[in-house]
């Protein structure tokens, strides 16, 4: 079973594209009409990105109902894979330092496991290993989540983040590490986060949302996201010296390749390459004072 998210995405993917030729038979579906949803779907603002995730869940409904490939290699959207990007460590330093005991031990949390949003929302006091310092993240059939993949997996974390728990879970009411008010699974993670560096004051000040909201005066930067987590715990552990397919492990990716991108920007900004970069152009000179 797909995540709920998922879910509504796909359906939605889909109901944009029935709006259009729900009447039609899937056979009678042709190139023409989806080039003209792809068109339509750019001139709703949509990113190229997107429209290729349209376009291959549609294109996917296509194929498993026995549909020969309609779109032509060139038809589909181009687009540039984004940019891995990572908190630096004074970013952090100071989210954490405007954050309540909840807010710190939650978005370190999510920093030392590098657990999906989805994994965290459902992580529960049986899956913290406190003798051994290990969280694991598991499908909780309870709550209708499914691991991306179904593969359980097992990181370590650090001391201090355990000792936190401990206080955190001595006053909990509730299986769950981070619930709701009321108790239930915890939706609101991302706002929360969002909220939190507008209040430590460390939005970019430049972004603006679909929906025309600027950062410069609202809790909705962008450079704020629950995924950049992961990106950072792999950094730091790459400039630590653990092997790629240790981190994949950890990150859960099926795809070494992935990992491998997420590291690649790290390298980038690592001080090893700064070193490797200033050394090859040590002929240029330094500029004079005048
Ligand atoms: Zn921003």
Not at 10 to 39: E, P, T, W
Not at 108 to 130: I, N, P
């Amino acid at each position: 079973m797909r995540a709920a998210k998922t879910f509504a995405a796909c359906k939605n993917m889909l109901g944009l594209f029935a709006g259009r030729y729900g009447s039609r038979l899937v056979a009678d579906i042709s190139r023409n009409d989806i080039l003209q949803h792809m068109l339509h779907l750019k001139a709703k603002g949509l990113s190229d990105r997107t429209v290729f995730n349209h376009v291959a869940r549609i294109n996917s409904l296509l194929i498993g109902n026995g549909t020969a490939r309609v779109l032509r290699p060139a038809d589909w959207p181009r687009y540039d894979e984004k940019v891995v990007s990572a908190y630096h460590p004074d970013q952090v330093a100071k989210l954490l330092q405007a954050a309540t005991t909840r807010q710190r031990i939650l978005f370190t949390f999510f920093l030392a496991t590098s657990f999906r949003e989805q994994e965290v929302t459902h992580c529960t006091w049986d899956d913290v290993d406190f003798r051994n310092k290990v969280i694991s993240a598991r499908s909780k059939p309870a709550y209708k989540f499914r691991l991306k993949d179904k593969e359980e997996r097992s990181v370590p974390v650090p001391d201090s983040l355990i000792k936190e728990l401990e206080n955190l879970k001595a006053g909990s009411q509730s299986s769950l590490l981070f619930p709701s008010k009321s108790g239930a699974p915890n939706r609101h993670h991302l706002r929360e986060l969002q909220r939190l560096a507008f209040h430590a004051g460390l939005n970019c000040n430049s972004c603006v949302t679909r929906g025309g909201q600027r950062c410069s005066s609202k809790a909705v930067c962008r450079r704020w996201g629950l995924h950049e987590f992961r990106r950072t715990l792999a950094t730091s552990h790459a400039e630590a010296g653990v092997p790629a397919t240790t981190i994949q492990r950890w990150l859960g990716h099926s795809d070494l390749t992935t990992t491998l991108r997420y590291l690649a920007a790290a390298d980038l900004r690592s001080d090893r390459t700064r070193s490797q970069v200033n050394a090859s152009f040590s002929f240029l000179e330094e500029p004079e004072c005048r």
